[in-house]
């Protein structure tokens, strides 16, 4: 049988989405089942004097209305992460109420719920309730959240500061910075960005008082992680009485790791009312609600010496964590992005200086790169800026800083400046491969045509690292992690020879399915349809972190991996006893135990039965063959890469438009490349997304002022180019796989490298920046301030 | 996202729309391709007692030569103007506005009487209207009349169509042999309508501007009439220089809007911009 | 309330009483059971929703119920004929053009239109005809080539 490992398996999946069958949330009806309507503020900050919920109460078909102060003994849902003070004092960790009784704290906070009978009838009824607000002084913007005087969010927190972090060695820093010949400067906004999966969130409480018993469908990327997070956290309710489904999920990106409030609201509802109840987002609310991404105000200096080697790293940021702590709130601007700063390059000194805020907006989650964006965006942006300040090719100043090839087998892992010990990796050559396919000569030919015939052309280059396959536990744990970042998966080979697999990865697009079978298929050398992968629901799967971070396929295919071996193992056990061999004698390959060099064999279908049927059996070993695993890696993974991209600015409007877009990039061993392309392709239209569309804006009020998509601009088919990706691979030393993940890269790239496409065809202007997103207004603004 | 409750009437003819109309009282609205109205319903922005269902009207839905004219039936969707050979030959401008409105599905369902009764300051077909110079036939309780396009947008979703009235026809006169027309427009990005749209319709004659009229939508708070423009080219050799000179007084004395996608000056840059363009693009 | 519609559904005579307000893609998830057609906006831009009205392509949540009453309903449930997949169902496959399938069945919508109007579109067309499509995942890449790829089928 051929390896199915590295081949462009079409995806098991498809079928019910293409004819209409997928089930998500939103497609769950349950018998008797109520309908949520949230009353949302409308306010950035206010006080609620009073709720008058009479009216509402009182009309047909309604069926209870609950305000704030209905929700007693309940703190909120809490963060993941906690991360200290510098000086080593704890966390500020407001409480986020499922619905808030005294004061509103973003647009979109949670003020009242009303339950009806129909979804019409609850939308009429919430009309009817009325809310007293006074108005307070609000602040959106985490640089003057944190200055004197501003209108405090919390009451007990000071400045507005959940906790400021520190990271790299400062007094080394600043003495190579000293020493710089020349010192590049870059101030920037890394913007907030909502994250828009096309889902909007559902959620629908089940409660059953005959049985005591919980059931959560929720648009979740990590169910297993809602249900402990509630349960403990949360509700106090008993987490083996409590069941979590993500049945399919219509993206995510991060926006649906967090355990939401109204997931536990709808758990606490169904369980007073004694029925069912359903809230599905509209998209105004997911606007408002949806946990944002980004948000980061930086001062960056990068230190050079005369050759362009890069000296010294200094950076000061500000994040924004919005009203509330999400769950991976703490960790994205500290251990997902501060780690990040050495990126490809041999900078021998790097600190950070970074202040968490909270501003009454929406909170900040992970959003697809999730702290690594930021990262490479900083740091491929201030040296595209150096490059032109010190006259030299900017992948010229790139290559003569990488970090030279690595396998982390022979030669050691790569140890950063801010605390990463990166796997493997040859970054020159994912550099080579991208200007080879791109043709960076005849670009610059092209270039300098098109200048004559006063068109703008430019090229914009972006490498990137990123830590991956999140985490091993003990490791996250000492950084502040609430919980373990493992992954666990059952193997159960069935009598009959078929195969169900367990995971706790979540699949909402990423095609885990497909990716899945295809590793158990090819190891056992049984068929792809004989493999059936189950995930989301905790009845059906052990346990299970969840999916985000690029670690399903390195956290939780390893743990695949690590049941495959067990069932292999055993079933040499019983193979041994029917060839009545020595199991040492053994080999398994292609579907069956044979006795090495000769032809006496045992296929995968036999074992499997005999294992149930163990009439005829070796002593000492269980019946059965269903192994779970759990697998905590040892490392993070580092997936990188090198992107270009080729724009053209129209002179008279500033519209950019995308020619071309190359990205190579190295994931690891690659189990599905039409999978590992396609997400590729998603992040990259994620990143340019950023670069030139998106972008959250809020006023001074805090109020959000294109909370709908007839002002926030997504990235639609005709605003994008075909992209150009092709792959090298280095395999990650450290997992069973050799993979890294794929499922952010395209993001982390593709940002930066636009902007810097834009401003090399800006060149003559002498432009040092323009902010993201790059609309056509601020790029003409800038030429008409440039030279 | 659920609209507010309505009462609905579906009339088979005009006058019989015309008389559910006054029957349904004030807050009573016409339907038509319902895709500025439903929209707005949902978001409970606009909230109406009742709603009068023009498409079961079949005799609002046609696009046809009426003498030296096109006429077009006001609930003819924006797919069906496009798609019509009449107009193909000789209204590119409508052509080139009508495929960039909305998108394939919204182009199924809207219509021209119901965009321009909405008057949205970003619509696209009313600056062609005005730059074509048709004519707007309104029906009412107290009988038919004719509005000249470029006085039928007062202000911001304010037209001349008086309460109880119908928009019934849309009639364009048939250019005149030599006549180009073109349609330019740039994008709101996230909603893609028009943050400047022009409409032109030139005749030229060995490169020089016979006669010409410019309709704008998207800078102002209504679609207008460009005069000053016309003015400004007109008996002009059609030069880059000269058709750029003239674009600089694009928009003058317009009140021009201004938003985070487009401020006023930009704005007013762009209008200059796409002046310059529709002229070039109409030569 | 209660207005009698008659709407033929993929192939199906359905009768019902619905309320004035009801849209079409809330008539057809939550009375017909039809949860193909998905609800991504209250906007009317996302293009989840779409579905063919007597072979146009249209957003349902953009439209009434009774505003459908006579017409011919396709939603991506009834796509396929005697058990054999729709060429853009199975060239969206083929070509991996979906990830999380929730934009899937508007895109496929969209697109059986535009191929009934051009059937042999440029990539730009294609992407043009797009417009009113949202997806966050995939980055259109692969739905553009799912679309050519159908296109050749289909002629
Ligand atoms: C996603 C999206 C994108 C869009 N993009 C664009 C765009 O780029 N450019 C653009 O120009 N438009 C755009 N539109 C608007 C679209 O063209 C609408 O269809 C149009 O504005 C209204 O036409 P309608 O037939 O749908 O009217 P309806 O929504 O049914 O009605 C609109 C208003 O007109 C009134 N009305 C309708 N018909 C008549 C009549 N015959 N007589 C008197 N009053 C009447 C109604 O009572 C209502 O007040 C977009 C709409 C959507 C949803
Ligand atoms: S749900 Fe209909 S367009 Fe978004
Ligand atoms: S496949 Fe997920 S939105 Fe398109």
Redesign the pocket.
Known sequence: MASLIGKPVKRVEDKR?ITGKGRYTDDIVLPGMVYAYIIRSPYAHARINSIDTSAATAMDGVVAVFTGKDITGITGVPTGWQVNFKNGDTMKEPPHPLIVADKVRHMGDNVAVVIATSKELARDAADMVEVDYEELDAVADAVKAVAAGAPLVHDDVPNNIAFDFELGDKAKTDEMMAKADHITTLEFTNQRIIPN???PRCAIGDYNSATDRYTLYTTSQNPHLTRLLMCAFVLGIPEHKVRVVSPDV??GFGSKIFHYTEEALMIWISQRIGRPVKWNSDRSEAFMTDAHGRDHITKAELGLDSEGNFLALRINTHANLGAYLSTFAPCVPTYLHATLLQGLYTTPAIYIDLTAAFTHTTPVDALRGAGRPEATFLLERIIENAAREIGMDPTELRRKNLIPPFDGVNEPGYQTQVALQYDSGNYEAVLDKALDMFDYKGFRERQKAAKAEGKLLGVGFSTYIEACGIAPSAVVGALGARAGLYESAQVRVQPTGKVSVYTGSHSH?QGHETTFAQIVADKFGINLEDVEVVHGDSEAVAFGMGTYGSRSLAVGGSAIMKSIDKVIQKGAKIAAHKLEANEDDLEFANGAWTVKGTDKSIGFGDIALTAYVPHDYPAGVEPGMDFASFYDPTNFTYPFGAHIAEVEVDKDTGKVKIVRYVAVDDVGNVINPMIVDGQLHGGIAHGIGQALLEGAIYDDDGQLINGSFMDYTMPRADDLPSFEVDRTVTPCPHNPLGVKGAGEAGTIASTPAIVNAVLDALSDYGIKDIKMPLTPERVWRAMQNGK | MIPSSFAYHKPSTVDEAIQMLQDAGEDAKLLAGGHSLIPAMKLRMNSPSALIDLRGISGLRYIRQEGNAIAIGAASTHHDIIDSNLVQSHLAMMVQAGSQIGDIQVRNMGTIGGSIAHADPAADWPACLIAADASIEMKGPNGTRTVAAEDFFLGLYYTALEEGEIITEVKIPIPAPGTKSSYVKFHQPASRFAIVGCAVMMKSSGGTCQSIRVGFTGVSDMAFRDTDLEDAIRGKELSAANVEAASQVAAAGKDILGDHFASTDYRLHLARVFAARAIHAAS | MGISIEVNVNGEKRHSEVDARLLLVHYLRDTLGLTGTHVGCDTSNCG?CTVLVDGKAVKSCTMLAVQANGAEVKTIEGMAENGELHPLQSSFKEAHG???????PG?IMTAANLLERNSNPSEEEIRHALEGN?????GYHN?VKAIQLAAQQLT
């Open positions: 989405f999966a096309i889902e219509g993206g697009g | 989840a979906l990830q999380c399938g929730f934009c899937t895109m949202f997806c966050r995942c995939t739905i």
